[in-house]
């Protein structure tokens, strides 16, 4: 099955004995949090999920903007979310996935194995004329889900991600202009990992929000030469769009990348870290 969902798919499920666990993940770079945004609006038995707040773990010298969080908190929040073995997750935000992807990737480390994007997020929803709640929405029922000893998706290090051009691909999901060190907004320099590839995420969509079909998606990874065989990594700046790209490889039939969690903010803090600049790897 598709990682994508319609929301024709969500609304027959949402009233069903199964009900799927919806997570609203609405967040914007410039503001506080979306939880405003989902008071006024969103979609049945949804819980909103704080970017910030939830999905980020501990800041320690040198591990980036945004770490991932722990195995202890991603534990606390799927029992907190409902969450049990069986459980279908449909994740959606309010731009095209790119915030919702780090849950999605975070579920998915933890072992929840069905975990979907809700294609076109809410815009997508509404467009279809589909319900909407006001309010602070459900309480969910506490889950017993068990985080997997191990990750179940792959990462690599700081110290990995240096060599990796040497054997693999590595792709750098940011804007071209953040790549290639004209802009950046968040960390403290400009430009791009030695050998890195720009491949930015707002790519990975149309203008109606929703993941590119896959002929497309397959034909702009091959375009980077990336085929079933390769080793893939990615990167941003502190994770979202990175798991986004990630996600998206697996539309086009091609999963299995690695994550470089640190990304971007976290391999500039070190001066002795080299930077290139420039459209070129």
């Known amino acids: ?51 910030e707040q939830d999905l980020t773990g501990v800041h320690n010298p040198g591990n980036g903007r945004r770490p ?26 309010s731009v095209a996935g790119t915030s919702a992807a780090r849950a999605w990737w975070i579920l998915r480390n933890a072992g929840v194995e069905n975990v979907f994007f809700l294609d076109g997020g809410l815009q997508r929803w509404e467009h279809a004329g589909m319900p909407t709640l006001t309010g ?14 191990t990750p179940c998706m792959p990462t690599i290090s700081v110290d990995e991600v240096k060599s990796w051009p040497q054997h693999g691909i590595l792709l750098d999901a940011r804007s071209e202009r953040r790549y290639q060190g004209h ?6 320099r400009l430009g791009h990992i030695p050998g890195a590839h720009n491949l930015p995420t707002y790519g990975n969509f149309g203008p109606d929000q929703k993941f590119l079909d896959f002929e497309s998606l397959l034909d702009r990874f091959e375009g980077l030469g990336i ?41 500039c803090l070190d001066p002795e870290r080299p930077a290139s600049r420039g459209f070129r790897p």
């Open 1 to 51: 099955m598709s990682i994508l969902v319609n929301p024709q798919w969500l609304k027959a499920r949402i009233s069903s004995n199964h009900a799927p666990v919806i997570l609203d993940v609405r967040w914007y770079r410039d503001q506080v949090g979306g939880y405003d945004h989902y008071l006024e609006h969103h979609i049945p038995n949804a819980i909103y999920v704080d970017l």
């Open 68 to 93: 991932f969080p722990s195995k202890k908190k991603v534990q606390k929040l799927t029992r907190k979310w409902g969450i049990d073995k069986k459980s279908y997750v449909v994740v959606y935000d």
């Open 136 to 149: 602070p929405g459900i309480i969910p029922l506490r889950g017993n889900f068990e985080v997997s000893d």
């Open 183 to 188: 802009f950046e907004y968040n960390d403290a």
């Open 227 to 267: 085929t079933s065989g390769s080793e893939v990594a990615v990167y941003c700046g502190s994770g979202n769009l990175a798991t986004h790209t990630i996600a998206a490889l697996e539309v086009a039939g091609l999963p299995g990348a690695s994550l470089y969690e640190g990304g971007w903010s976290q391999w």
